[in-house]
Antibody, heavy 119, light 112 residues
Framework: EVQLVESGGGLVQPGGSLRLSCTTS????????MDWVRQAPGKGLEWIAR??????????EYSESVKGRFIVSRDDSQESLYLQMNNLKTEDTATYYC??????????WGQGTLVTVSS | DVVMTQSPLSLPVTLGQPASISCNSS???????????LCWFQQRPGQSPRRLLY???KRDSGVPDRFSGSGSGTAFTLKISRMEAEDVGVYYC?????????FGQGTKLEIK
């Protein structure tokens, strides 16, 4: 069974940090690109980060909205994906999804983890 | 960034009737390799997104054949041949040809 499970969300003050994790099972992980996509409450989907595979030197890409504040990484031995989020802003409040690429973004998705940035 | 514009934003459909959602991009989505990276996602209430179609018209595993995709260049369409109750939700198009990848604003499909 394909499973992607996000964790690490919660309530954090503006300026604070959080690290999200996405653990996977039942899928081919190491040779696939992985993405983070977020969804603010009641809003649409926003792609924010991608990490490519080892064959592509683990190249990373970020949306302008998070560039310089968020860092995406992966551990192929643990089949896990991470998102380090620093200097969080209220507008970062959202459900964060990890997604596995397969002929493009989003062949598989996790259930999401909610991040609330508020004082 | 490439802007993806969906219409309509709300679509009430009678059960058993067809439904159609349009998605237009501000630039051509044809990549240098000849492929068009346009996909469609379904998000049922309270659930994560699920990809239905990729490369315009290829159905993901387990997706019913009543879902189909078409289009080229900058204009694309998702069609549901016969509306079923489980199809209620929000549908998003997304382009993966240009960076950053961008989504449409979503179309809410509901039962009429």
């Amino acid at each position: 069974e394909v499973q992607l499970v996000e964790s690490g969300g919660g309530l954090v003050q503006p300026g604070g940090s959080l690290r999200l994790s996405c653990t996977t099972s039942g899928i081919t992980f190491s040779d696939r690109f992985m993405d983070w996509v977020r969804q603010a409450p009641g809003k649409g989907l926003e792609w924010i980060a991608r990490i490519q595979s080892k064959a592509n030197s683990y190249a990373t890409e970020y949306s302008e909205s998070v560039k310089g504040r968020f860092i995406v990484s992966r551990d192929d031995s643990q089949e896990s994906l991470y998102l380090q989020m620093n200097n969080l802003k209220t507008e970062d409040t959202a459900t964060y999804y990890c997604a596995r690429d397969g002929d493009g973004l989003g062949e598989n998705w996790g259930q999401g983890t909610l991040v609330t940035v508020s004082s | 960034d490439v802007v993806m514009t969906q219409s309509p934003l709300s679509l009430p459909v009678t059960l058993g009737q067809p439904a159609s959602i349009s998605c237009n991009s501000s630039q051509s989505l044809v990549y240098s390799n000849g492929y068009t990276y346009l996909c469609w996602f379904q998000q049922r209430p309270g659930q994560s997104p699920r990809r239905l179609l990729y490369k315009v018209s290829k159905r993901d595993s387990g997706v019913p054949d009543r879902f189909s995709g078409s289009g080229s260049g900058t204009a694309f369409t998702l069609k549901i041949s016969r509306m079923e109750a489980e199809d209620v939700g929000v549908y998003y198009c997304m382009q993966g040809t240009h960076r950053p990848q961008t989504f449409g604003q979503g179309t809410k499909l509901e039962i009429k």
